[in-house]
């Protein structure tokens, strides 16, 4: 399955109890819950013109998230970025140390991924070796 990239998000405290700031899909093993959910061909006509912009506690997965997120070397997808931008507020100024966690349910050796926040880049996610770290 060349590409398929499914994110789980969250962002916390890191805390002796992790406190859940905002989550997008099920920590499951499972991408069933994200839209276009095994049909890898429907994100042409779904998310290329538009790419995808989760809204937390606005979007939906099944509706506005795919479950899959290709990268340059995904040539169904025309090999180029892909850009997915996550939209969130907070109600107070942040304070303490987050924690972004991001769990993948499958990718393949193609797969490149390029973590960005506020237009900086911050990791890298490359291949199924940096998946199941």
């Known amino acids: 399955m060349s590409g398929i990239v499914t994110l789980v998000l969250l962002l916390g405290t890191p ?8 989550q997008i899909g099920q920590p499951d093993q499972s991408y ?3 839209a276009i959910a095994k ?9 290329v ?8 506690g606005k ?5 506005d998230w795919p479950f899959i997120h ?16 996550i939209r969130f507020s907070l109600p107070d100024e942040p304070r303490g140390v987050f924690t972004l966690r991001i769990e993948l349910s499958d990718g393949s050796a193609k797969s490149s991924h390029r973590l960005e926040g506020a237009q900086k880049p ?8 940096d998946f199941c770290r």
């Open 15 to 22: 805390a002796a109890a992790e406190q859940v700031v905002w």
């Open 49 to 56: 013109q538009e790419p995808p912009v989760f809204e937390v």
């Open 32 to 34: 069933m819950e994200f």
């Open 70 to 85: 290709p990268g340059p070397g995904d040539g169904w997808a025309g090999s180029r970025v892909h850009p997915f931008t």
């Open 59 to 63: 979007s939906e997965p099944g509706r």
């Open 122 to 129: 911050f990791g890298r996610l490359d291949g199924p070796a």
């Open 39 to 47: 049909d890898h061909a429907a994100y042409g006509g779904r998310f």
